[in-house]
């Protein structure tokens, strides 16, 4: 296998690792891998654990509140309570869907110097614009959320299900966008005309604000002078938190989760977010692969035992060939020495011993092809990963903290049916532990 066997760099203890050892979880990846119920189930795993836990997801999908067992996520964190669902003492499970829109009014209460100030900026048009169609807008608050959620000290574990991967970036980068915004020559102008001191850039400004408002018009503009003016003296508090949370992605208690599937386009993408997350200064603690075909049988030595016991003129797989490219030729040339099965009307039960083991035998190789071919996929991925993560300078250092786990690879199982219910949540959260 290309990069190294992915059984090697697995744990089966990595999904207790992560909960245990973590008080934020970020899970990431693209679109349709199952990362929201990966994220929930992750959160219920914490639970089970006897964590008070929540689960955030900033993604609209509804999927979440349907698989917990509630009408609706709301901004504000809902208890999940199931009589089937028995966690232990100390063991909570909570779960939310972010509103940008409520989570920045709470923002402007928690800032702005009075009362009247916060109306008038709740009441501006631009403002209403701002939080409900602006792009960036929902990442930022998915970010504030999440600090004040780990600020409040409610939750030992806060899991966050990010948008799919390219979003789940301006999610990361959305607090020093906003630093950068607060420090802006033009954001610094239009808080200038009130101030006196500032005359001579006043002027500047007016000249600037009456030449936009041939193009945009004076009502427009009016109520964006209102909007910047009506945050002077807030902006402070804004960037000191901004710069808060970009911290909080660094901490190592927390520990960021790729979620992908099997799939080449998956994979890649995943790729892709690893090589921007080490970018930014982050290594990924774990991998999670969902709706991945098992395993039967573990190493080639039996499937070559069983082929030379049944199969004539079965080859062996050559020493030091062990790798998947080989193991994939080998059940290919395996699968071509068994006869396919003859369908005809007339055909009954079949009751011949050799004809069965043989129709065993070749289910078997067909899945452990699909199996090794899924492995193969991602396994250059997963060698990146754990390679980057040994890599990171505090355990180059030696660093025995317990967060510094080797990397992990979690591979779920295809499930008969897709999660609805907290009944599939737990027994995903059981696959992933074990």
């Keep these: 296998m290309t990069g190294g066997h992915t059984k090697n760099i697995q744990h089966p203890d990595a999904l207790d690792h992560l909960t245990s050892e973590h008080s934020v979880i970020v899970c990431c990846g693209s679109g349709g891998v199952g990362k929201t119920t990966t994220s929930a189930a992750i959160a219920l795993a914490g639970a089970m654990s006897g964590r008070r836990t929540c689960v955030v ?48 009014d709470s923002l402007i209460d928690r800032y702005a110097p009075s009362k009247q100030q916060a109306e008038r900026i709740l009441e501006n048009r ?55 915004f607060l420090e802006h020559r033009l954001f610094r102008m239009l808080l200038a005309p009130t101030r006196v001191y500032l005359k001579a850039v006043s002027i500047a400004t007016q000249a600037f604000l009456r030449t936009i408002s041939k193009v945009a018009g004076a009502e427009i503009v009016d109520d ?86 049944h199969l004539a003129d079965a080859p062996t797989l050559p020493d030091g060939e062990a790798g998947a490219g080989s193991a994939e030729g080998y059940l290919e040339s395996l699968l071509s020495l068994i006869p396919p099965p003859v369908h005809t009307e007339n055909t009954a039960i079949v009751t011949d011993p050799d004809t069965i083991f043989e129709l065993f035998l070749a289910n078997l190789l067909r899945y452990q092809l699909i199996a090794l071919t899924e492995q193969h996929t991602y396994s250059d991925l997963a060698a990146h990963l754990a390679t980057a993560h040994q890599q990171d300078p505090d355990i180059a250092a030696g660093s025995t903290t317990p967060a510094q786990r080797p990397f992990a690879v979690i591979n779920v199982p295809l499930m008969t049916e897709d999660v609805h219910d907290l009944e599939g949540l737990e027994a995903m959260a059981r696959a992933l532990a074990t």
Excluded: C
């Design 57 to 104: 997801t900033v993604d609209p999908a509804r999927r979440l509140a349907t698989a917990l067992g509630i009408e609706q996520l709301t901004n504000t964190p809902v208890p999940i309570s199931s009589e089937t669902l028995e966690l232990p003492q100390g063991g909570e499970l909570w779960a939310m869907m972010l509103d940008p829109k409520a989570t920045f």
């Design 126 to 180: 631009i403002y209403k614009e701002l939080t409900s169609a602006l792009s960036g807008t929902q990442e930022y608050m998915a970010m504030e959320k999440l600090y004040e959620l780990v600020e409040e000290g409610r939750y030992d574990l806060v899991v966050v299900d990010t948008p799919p991967t390219r979003n789940a970036i301006d999610f990361l980068e959305a607090p020093s966008r906003l630093v950068h």
């Design 224 to 309: 964006a002078v209102a909007f910047f003016q009506a945050f002077e003296g807030m902006e402070e508090g804004f960037r000191t938190r901004a710069e808060k949370m970009s911290a909080l992605v660094r901490e190592t208690s927390t520990g960021f989760v790729l979620v992908t599937s099997p799939r080449q386009d998956a994979v890649a993408e995943a790729d892709w977010f690893a090589k921007r997350l080490h970018q930014m200064g982050i290594e990924a603690k774990a991998l999670v692969v969902n709706r991945t075909h098992p395993m039967f049988v573990q190493g080639e030595e039996l499937l070559q035992s069983l082929a030379a016991t």
